[in-house]
């Protein structure tokens, strides 16, 4: 059974990096089918997409954060990596990782890639504060 | 970018009701629609994808349809586990989140 577990700092003082991991367990971070992602949730508030990966370093981010995310990847470690700089009070939250599957669907309107957050981690909370 | 909004943001309902929640798209996105529930403290749990796929493992009275703008999640009949806060989410471009709608006891 995939789990996912974020580890990190639960504290960081503004203006500095937020650095966060996702080990992956049950199975395989290479596996071909899934982009692998960051989502966080401030308190009492929604979640927000922050940046997906893929086994081979492919990234794609969250445009109003995009300056600030690196996310990277260490197939041999089966983790994925989240840095976020310059945190202001703002960036206090709970962050989740997560599996993101890819599936395909054809049908007579044409083809279809759909991508969805299947398995999640329990989520970490960050607090930006000095 | 895709906003999304969803309505109600909040409904009291009771156990065996037939509840219904509407999330809307800025732009068309075609199916790319997912629902997601989340409990209190707990990370969220995907429950319907590409509009209208049931996720294995999630009970049959949970349905989703709609395309285009326009999606809806349907419970056909409340159980006490379903209290709880529900988002959609659009996957044509990147990744938005509707901000949720809350589903508490009558």
């Known amino acids: 059974q995939l789990q996912l577990q974020e580890s990190g700092p639960g504290l960081v003082k503004p203006s500095e990096t937020l650095s966060l991991t996702c080990t992956v367990s049950g199975g395989s971070i290479s596996s071909s089918s899934y982009y692998w992602g960051w989502i966080r949730q401030p308190p009492g508030k929604g979640l927000e997409w922050i940046g997906s990966i893929y086994y081979s370093g492919s990234t794609y981010y969250n445009p109003s954060l995009k300056s600030r995310v690196t996310i990277s990847v260490d197939t041999s470690k089966n983790q994925f990596s989240l840095k976020l700089s310059s945190v202001t009070a703002a960036d206090t939250a709970v962050y989740y990782c997560?599996?993101?599957?890819?599936?395909?669907?054809?049908?007579?309107?044409?083809?279809?890639?759909?991508?969805?957050?299947?398995?999640w981690g329990k989520g970490t909370t960050v607090t930006v504060s000095s | 970018d895709i906003q999304m909004t969803q309505s109600p943001s909040s409904l009291s309902a009771s156990v065996g009701d037939r509840v219904t929640i509407t999330c809307r798209a800025s732009q068309s996105i075609s199916s790319y629609l997912n629902w997601y529930q989340q409990k209190p403290g707990k990370a969220p749990k995907l429950l319907i994808y590409a509009a209208s796929s049931l996720q294995s493992g999630v009970p049959s009275r949970f349905s989703g349809s709609g395309s285009g703008t326009d999606f809806t999640l349907t419970i056909s009949s409340l159980q006490p586990e379903d209290f709880a806060t529900y988002y959609c989410q659009q996957s044509y471009s990147t990744f938005t989140f509707g901000p949720g709608t809350k589903v508490d006891i009558k």
């Open positions: 997560a599996r993101q599957t890819g599936r395909s669907s054809t049908s007579s309107l044409g083809y279809y890639y759909y991508y969805y957050m299947d398995v």
